[in-house]
């Protein structure tokens, strides 16, 4: 068994090496504010597609799609994909043409333009904010293998504190790995390990799913026995009649076709449209077709990855129930793909599997931090320091690295805060967790961008932070059963117990944000000065 740890062990070392090393091959090619950011705009539309899927298949994705169809034993999850695409081609005929042509670093200038400074901070504020919370709960869900593998090679079970002190490490190391060829390199390595690590992730999915099928009594058979209904659609359709009890079972209940359908394009244009983690890679394309093509093509592969990552939780649950091992009671849902990539698969391959997981949080993570790097040194430090003095390039740059730097610091202090929060409560699952942080605060962003894109008069500096805070408390609201309690916003259950009237369903937040935000912003008039700056910026473009 050591011998076997030590196979996957130097596997796992190869894998570090070999994206640290590209990454800081990087190093020559981004001491320039464009080279950095941008990747001076000379990204193969290919290599852009890869970026993306790799941003977008975190940890969380790797494991938590897997609990999804562990626990549901179904595909109601992908759904999300239908959402997904209609998104992107929303994206890349509205947002991706604005932002080539405004000529855009940070998507935030735009707003600065549009509107004015507060607008541009305010926006700023909630991204890096957002991002860095978000960022630290998915990084660490890659450090669950470890906490497995500690399990396995010890023995015996391990308690709360010793997860949470593997957790903490494995968030540290792997931050610490990644921020430091990220702000070496710039954008151009984190496209260049992003296209390593999507072929690694490959890998590892499609060897798990051809592992798993061989360990079934009658492979795809046995596996179809134990997927359950609805497999793909779920209409949500309650159990009580009338329209009333139709619509908040569609906005209270997680996976079905109504949130696919609305909710996701609603996460999806956020994500991808005015979010900086995604867009910046997006802006490194040649130009706005090819940015475009990445962008679409990247939500076809979408669907079929992600059922991959779903079909191996159905196949996991398959062998647990129909084959001669037994899933331990201590293990939870979130814990279950990980158990049979420890204990079931053949070193070497067990330690490529636990590389792919790596890549996924080692992808999205650098993707993260060079974006808040970008947005917090181009719309707060460069403006404060450019005000004072001139700054030449080499400044630039420096500040853009020091700033990827500082924000790796803040991802960690997130990551080892989720850590002790899920090492001591077992029960929480991986995906609400993720995607429901985003909810609260990107579709107030939506909703300004919106405004921006799709008016020409309405939306101020000041209105458009007060829409905001109200996106923000209506979402707030409309998520928290017990503050609605509070208020008296209830209602009586079947059985005359007091509850709350409608607990949002976390794909719903992105969207009542989004409406909520818009519509209190275009009731504020665009100021002169604004209108002004923006007839000067198009003339210039």
Not at 243 to 265: D, R
Not at 471 to 497: C, H, I, M, R, Y
């Amino acid at each position: 068994m050591n011998t076997a740890f030590v196979l996957d062990a130097l596997v796992v070392v190869f894998y570090f090496v070999l994206i640290v090393g590209i990454g800081l091959a990087q190093r020559s090619k981004s001491n320039s504010v464009e080279g950095f950011t941008l990747g001076d705009r000379q990204t193969p539309w290919w290599a852009v597609l890869a970026s993306i899927l790799a941003a977008e298949i975190s940890a969380a994705t790797f494991l938590g799609a897997p609990e999804s169809g562990f626990k549901n034993g179904n595909w109601t999850y992908a759904q999300f994909a239908i959402g997904t695409i209609l998104a992107r081609i929303i994206v890349s005929f509205l947002f991706i043409p604005l932002f080539y042509r405004q000529g855009v670093v940070s998507l935030y200038e735009y707003l600065g333009t549009r509107f004015g400074p507060l607008s541009r901070t305010w926006a700023s504020a909630t991204f890096l904010v957002t991002r860095v919370l978000a960022m630290g709960t998915r990084l660490y869900v890659s450090a669950i293998i470890l906490v497995i593998a500690w399990q396995f090679a010890v023995g015996r079970p391990v308690g709360q504190g010793e997860k949470f002190a593997i957790f903490a490490g494995a968030v540290i190391l792997v931050t610490a790995l990644t921020a430091l060829y990220t702000s070496v390199g710039g954008i151009r390595a984190v496209i260049w390990t992003d296209f390593i690590q999507v072929g690694v992730l490959v890998a590892a999915l499609g060897f798990s799913i051809w592992f798993l099928l061989a360990k079934l009594p009658a492979g795809w058979a046995t596996a179809t026995e134990h997927m359950k209904s609805p497999l793909f659609f779920d209409f949500a359709k309650p159990a009580d009649p009338g329209t009333w009890a139709w619509i908040k079972n569609v906005l209270t209940s997680e996976y079905t076709i109504w949130a696919a359908v609305i909710g996701s394009t609603f996460v999806t244009m956020a994500t991808h449209g005015i979010d900086q983690d995604t867009v910046q890679r997006m802006l490194t394309a040649k130009n706005r077709r090819e940015s475009a093509k990445a962008t679409i093509l990247s939500g076809l592969v979408d669907l079929p990855v992600v059922s991959c990552f779903i079909l191996v939780g159905i196949l996991v649950t398959a062998y647990y129930k129909t084959g001669t091992a037994q899933l331990p009671g201590n293990v939870v849902p979130r814990e279950a793909f990980p158990y049979f990539i420890i204990t079931e698969m053949p070193a070497g391959m067990r330690g490529l599997v636990i590389a792919g997981i790596m890549a996924t949080a080692m992808g999205s993570l650098s993707t993260a931090l060079n974006a808040l790097g970008t947005s917090f040194a181009r719309d707060f430090v460069l403006p404060y320091r450019e005000a004072r003095g001139t700054l030449d390039e080499a400044a630039r740059v420096r500040v853009l690295r020091w700033s990827t730097t500082l924000f790796a610091g803040f991802v960690v202090l997130v990551g080892v805060g989720t850590a002790a929060y899920m090492a001591f409560d077992p029960t929480a699952a991986i995906i609400p967790l993720v995607l429901g942080i985003l909810g609260f605060t990107f579709g107030s962003l939506l909703g300004i961008f919106l405004v921006a894109v799709f008016t020409r008069t309405r939306g101020s500096d000041v209105g458009n932070v007060i829409a905001m805070i109200a996106g923000f408390v209506a979402v707030v609201f409309l998520s928290n059963g017990d503050l609605q309690k509070l208020v008296g916003f209830t209602t009586l259950n079947p059985k005359g117990e007091v509850v709350p009237a409608l607990v949002l369903a976390f794909p719903w937040r992105i969207t009542l944000g989004t409406l909520v935000t818009f519509l209190v912003a275009v009731c504020f008039s665009t100021s002169s000065s604004a209108k002004q700056r923006m007839i000067e910026k198009n003339a210039s473009c």
